[in-house]
């Protein structure tokens, strides 16, 4: 196995903020916050960036809970790209193996976002402190990106023209191993049909009723028959927003379902929505109501770049895994003794790796293009990628076979092992960034390979530009006047 050596002088510069960083992942965690609500976390991004020496923007894309800052000043830009949104449901306790909600509270970081961000934000500090060393021409910039977890902010944000100016995107993600991020992702919309009809009593006039909720389940019903006719990479999912009522004597007068609908590619992605659109008009037909749709939320599939992952594994291959202690294993065996031997199989057909089951902790590297693309989900990074040339590493920070949005990720959301895998990837990141830094034609290449894989394709924003996000106002705090 190999072993972490300090052997690049930007990991030096990552480790002199560490404690601060680590400290604001866990204020992070102690306030979840959902999607565009996540006030909090972001007013602590910005003080830290501007503790940090950046020049801070607030309000980016006239989203509230957006923030960016830069250091240094002209030559390329490098964007380092970080999420601090919750999860709903997930109340935990951290550091407890076992399923303990915490007092007075309901959502949890269940998919590590409070590491995410501060992990983006150490790997642009480094950088930044390499700039001022080296005096490169250069800027380096930090993303705080809300609303990651279907609220699409990155898709907002590419629309408002903030990545115009980027040269390079670099990204992470927790995860049970570390290794470079198999770029395949699904394309996605998020789309509510909200269907009109009239009411009636059900029993002394049903003819005079048009139902509503009879049009969502015919819809269901097309729906489900259509996947016989897809791609079997596509997916497609639905919830119930609004049955009509509770009342089963009154015809339901109107009804709203949600769907989501995603695909291997973009431009599959946009005839399996206009599909789906066919089978709520012909509901509606069937049952003389009317239908609207809104768009929720969009993502584009990522794009790959291979210069970009292949200098990102040599970063990585220098520096080795995480190094974790017996103590950050015995705590990932605690946590293992709640899972199924399936959870812990599935993490590693996922990154297409031989299974261990005595290993509670990642102790290997894993190369570019590992796993078959099959265990797959939606990322608004994907919506950057087709702007921007984009690498992404997964960084291990939790116990493997743990399920991403689940009381157990979160528990291990503020462990030791965490900030450890946090800081790995941080290191990684700068230093991939350093490099490109160093050598300007490894962005020229990416450059490339990035108008190479694109192909003339045009990029069509899944997000349209009439779709605005639900945006909550900051929270009025105030104060006794003694």
Same mark, same amino acid.
């Given at each position: 196995?190999a072993q972490?050596?300090?052997?690049?002088e930007i990991?030096?510069?990552?480790?002199?903020?560490?404690?601060?960083l !680590?400290?604001?992942?866990?204020?992070?965690?102690?306030?979840?916050e $959902?999607?565009?609500?996540?006030f909090? &976390?972001?007013? !602590?991004?910005? @003080?830290?960036l501007?503790?940090k020496g950046?020049?801070v923007?607030e309000n980016?894309?006239?989203?509230?809970t957006?923030v960016?800052?830069?250091?240094?000043e002209?030559?390329?830009?490098?964007? #380092? $790209?970080?999420?601090?949104?919750a999860?709903p449901?997930?109340s935990?306790e951290a550091?407890?193996?076992r399923?303990?909600q915490?007092?007075?509270?309901t959502?949890?970081?269940g998919c590590?976002?409070?590491?995410?961000?501060?992990?983006?934000m150490?790997?642009?500090?480094?950088?930044?402190?390499?700039?001022l060393?080296t005096k490169?021409p250069g800027?380096?910039?930090y993303?705080? !990106?809300?609303?990651e977890?279907?609220?699409?902010?990155?898709?907002?944000l590419?629309?408002?023209g903030a990545?115009?100016?980027v040269?390079?995107?670099?990204?992470w993600?927790?995860a049970p191993?570390a290794?470079i991020n198999?770029?395949?992702?699904?394309? !996605?919309?998020?789309?509510?049909?909200? #269907?009109?009809?009239?009411a009636?009593?059900?029993? &002394?006039?049903p003819e $005079?009723?048009? &139902?509503?909720?009879?049009?969502?389940?015919?819809?269901?019903?097309?729906?489900?028959?259509?996947?016989?006719?897809?791609?079997?990479?596509?997916?497609?999912h639905?919830?119930?927003?609004?049955?009509?009522?509770? @009342?089963?004597?009154?015809?339901q007068a109107?009804? *709203?379902?949600?769907?989501?609908i995603?695909a291997?590619?973009?431009?599959?992605?946009?005839g399996?929505v206009?599909?789906?659109?066919k089978i709520?008009?012909?509901?509606?037909?069937?049952?003389?109501? +009317?239908v &609207?749709?809104d768009v929720v939320?969009?993502d584009?599939?990522?794009?790959?770049?291979t210069?970009?992952e292949q200098?990102?594994y040599?970063?990585?291959?220098?520096?080795?895994?995480?190094?974790?202690d017996?103590?950050?294993?015995a705590f990932?065996e605690?946590?293992?003794s709640t899972? +199924?031997?399936?959870d812990?199989?599935?993490?590693?057909?996922?990154?297409?790796l031989p299974?261990?089951?005595d290993?509670?902790?990642c102790?290997i590297? #894993?190369?570019?293009e590992?796993?078959?693309?099959?265990?797959?989900g939606?990322t608004?990074?994907g *919506?950057?990628?087709w702007v921007?040339p %984009?690498v992404q590493?997964?960084g291990?920070?939790?116990?493997i076979? %743990?399920p991403?949005?689940?009381?157990?990720?979160?528990a291990?959301?503020?462990?030791?092992a965490a900030?450890?895998?946090?800081?790995h990837?941080a290191?990684v990141m700068a230093?991939t960034a350093s490099?490109l830094?160093r050598?300007?034609? $490894?962005?020229?290449?990416?450059k490339?390979?990035?108008?190479?894989r694109?192909?003339g394709?045009p990029?069509?924003?899944?997000?349209?530009?009439?779709?605005?996000?639900?945006? *909550?106002?900051?929270?009025?705090?105030?104060?006794?006047?003694?």
């Amino acid at each position: 196995m190999a072993q972490m050596q300090n052997t690049d002088e930007i990991w030096s510069m990552v480790e002199e903020h560490v404690p601060d960083l !680590c400290a604001m992942a866990d204020t992070v965690w102690e306030t979840p916050e $959902l999607n565009y609500r996540e006030f909090e &976390s972001a007013s !602590c991004h910005a @003080a830290m960036l501007r503790d940090k020496g950046f020049r801070v923007s607030e309000n980016v894309g006239n989203i509230p809970t957006a923030v960016m800052g830069e250091a240094g000043e002209g030559g390329p830009v490098i964007a #380092f $790209l970080g999420e601090y949104d919750a999860l709903p449901g997930l109340s935990q306790e951290a550091g407890v193996a076992r399923q303990q909600q915490r007092p007075g509270e309901t959502s949890g970081h269940g998919c590590g976002h409070n590491l995410l961000g501060a992990g983006a934000m150490l790997a642009a500090i480094g950088v930044r402190d390499f700039l001022l060393q080296t005096k490169l021409p250069g800027r380096v910039r930090y993303y705080g !990106c809300p609303a990651e977890e279907g609220g699409s902010s990155k898709g907002f944000l590419v629309r408002s023209g903030a990545f115009d100016d980027v040269d390079i995107a670099i990204s992470w993600h927790p995860a049970p191993f570390a290794g470079i991020n198999n770029p395949i992702s699904l394309a !996605c919309n998020e789309l509510e049909f909200h #269907f009109k009809g009239r009411a009636a009593h059900a029993s &002394s006039s049903p003819e $005079l009723g048009r &139902s509503a909720l009879d049009a969502v389940e015919l819809m269901n019903v097309g729906a489900n028959y259509m996947r016989e006719h897809m791609p079997s990479t596509a997916r497609i999912h639905y919830a119930m927003i609004n049955g009509g009522g509770i @009342a089963p004597n009154v015809v339901q007068a109107e009804a *709203t379902v949600r769907y989501l609908i995603r695909a291997r590619e973009l431009d599959e992605l946009h005839g399996l929505v206009e599909r789906v659109k066919k089978i709520a008009d012909g509901a509606a037909l069937m049952t003389e109501t +009317s239908v &609207s749709y809104d768009v929720v939320s969009g993502d584009a599939n990522l794009i790959g770049n291979t210069p970009l992952e292949q200098l990102m594994y040599r970063k990585l291959e220098a520096l080795g895994p995480p190094q974790f202690d017996a103590a950050d294993r015995a705590f990932a065996e605690e946590i293992r003794s709640t899972l +199924s031997e399936q959870d812990i199989r599935a993490a590693y057909a996922r990154f297409g790796l031989p299974v261990k089951l005595d290993v509670p902790l990642c102790d290997i590297i #894993f190369p570019p293009e590992n796993g078959d693309g099959r265990h797959v989900g939606s990322t608004d990074v994907g *919506t950057v990628s087709w702007v921007v040339p %984009t690498v992404q590493m997964r960084g291990a920070t939790y116990a493997i076979g %743990t399920p991403g949005h689940s009381w157990q990720l979160v528990a291990q959301g503020k462990s030791p092992a965490a900030h450890k895998g946090m800081t790995h990837a941080a290191k990684v990141m700068a230093a991939t960034a350093s490099d490109l830094f160093r050598d300007p034609a $490894l962005i020229d290449a990416a450059k490339a390979d990035f108008a190479k894989r694109r192909d003339g394709r045009p990029f069509i924003n899944p997000i349209p530009d009439d779709v605005m996000p639900p945006i *909550t106002q900051p929270p009025v705090i105030k104060k006794d006047i003694g």
